[in-house]
């Protein structure tokens, strides 16, 4: 199974609502990130959490962190259509060297 | 604003052709890596470097090489392309800064037939 799984795998909701993802993983991690992917596009890196905050915005972007649970969510507030993707999290686990992890993605799509 | 480029969006290849797959980042980054994205499984790694002629192997490194020899280009090689090669590869780069932000080219999607 993988380090990082998100939750849901799909996500459907009306522009303006909140959009909100998760993120679970198993080993402890140095910092956890999440990125989006537009349809058929590299990554965009969108905010990097450390294992020691709690929570940290980034415009519309919340994410916060439970290492105790191992988990993380994003939250995307008064989503738009644009922000209709697909979003990782990815892991920076603790002797991991310079690698990440990514997880298997939550699609959103944002309706009119 | 950093930039990662491939060398192609699209590619089609025969069975058995060797495939060049190149990525070019114009930030000085020292780390490199090459990953593959599959529906359902994600991204995974199949190798990074981490400086000119350096290498590490990834979580699937069979079926591919790779070669560094200037510090803004890294190739993925498939020796002998087969049909489960088939898949979005996408390179990205990073500072040497222990795990920090990626920084991803558009992907190459390939198709071996």
């Known amino acids: 199974s993988q380090q990082g799984e998100e939750d849901p795998q799909a996500l459907s909701i009306q522009e303006g609502e909140n959009a909100t993802m998760n993120c679970s993983y198993k080993t402890s991690i140095n910092n956890l990130q999440w990125y989006r992917q537009n349809s058929g596009r590299g990554l965009v890196h969108l905010i990097l959490?450390?294992?020691?905050?709690r929570e940290k915005h980034s415009g519309r972007l919340r994410v916060t962190l439970d290492t105790s649970k191992k988990s993380s969510s994003l939250l995307i507030t008064a989503s738009r259509a644009a922000d209709t993707a697909s979003y990782f999290c990815?892991?920076?686990?603790?002797?991991?060297?310079?690698?990440?992890?990514f997880g298997t993605g939550t699609q959103l799509k944002v309706e009119l | 604003d950093v930039k990662v480029t491939q060398s192609s969006r699209y590619l089609v290849k025969r069975t058995g052709e060797k495939v060049f797959l190149e990525c070019v980042q114009d930030?000085?980054?020292?780390?490199m890596f090459w990953y593959r994205q599959d529906p359902g499984l994600g991204l995974r790694l199949i190798y990074f470097?981490?400086?000119?002629?350096?290498?590490e192997k990834g979580d699937i490194p069979e079926g591919y090489s790779v070669s560094r020899e200037k510090k803004e280009r890294f190739s993925l090689i498939l020796e002998s392309a087969s049909t489960n090669q088939t898949s979005m590869y996408l390179c990205a780069s990073s500072l040497v800064v222990y795990q920090e932000t990626q920084y991803f080219g558009p992907g190459t999607r390939l198709l071996v037939l």
């Open positions: 959490i450390r294992s020691n905050e």
């Open positions: 470097s981490y400086d000119v002629k350096m290498k």
């Open positions: 930030m000085d980054h020292e780390n």
């Open positions: 990815a892991t920076a686990v603790v002797g991991g060297g310079n690698k990440l992890t």
